[in-house]
């Protein structure tokens, strides 16, 4: 079993960044893929970014080069650092976990965080 708890939304301006932190808890963690995937209002959720436990990571087209998922195995936590943030970002980010990469990118994950709200508005 794992457990996700996500923080660090909020709201900011265009242009801002924020980071995002997902703690997990479960003894199997660093075997596990873990993704954030977003909901915006009216839209479908879609995967923002995945990471390995070795380390690879995959993004979306529309976040690459402003957002960057890391993980620390030790601390269990993934987190996701967003920068240049534009309203189309606004929405319910959501920490996921999954022993399959192919879940992960096709979401039929195995755990989900209940999300955290990021609203980008001047």
């Known amino acids: 079993q794992v457990q996700l708890v996500e923080s660090g939304g909020g709201l900011v301006q265009p242009g801002g960044s924020l980071r995002l932190s997902c703690a997990a808890s479960?003894?199997?963690?660093?075997?596990?893929?873990m993704g954030w995937y977003r909901q915006a209002p009216g839209k479908e959720r879609e995967l923002v970014a995945s990471?390995?436990?070795?380390?690879?990571?995959t993004y979306a087209d529309s976040v690459k080069g402003r957002f960057t998922i890391s993980r620390d195995n030790f601390k269990q936590t993934v987190d996701l650092k967003m920068n240049s943030l534009k309203p189309d970002d606004t929405a319910v980010y959501y920490c996921a976990a999954d022993t399959s990469l192919w879940d992960i990118r096709h979401g039929s994950v195995d755990y989900w965080g209940k999300g955290t709200l990021v609203t980008v508005s001047s």
């Open positions: 479960g003894n199997i963690f660093s075997a596990v893929v």
């Open positions: 990471i390995t436990p070795a380390g690879t990571t």
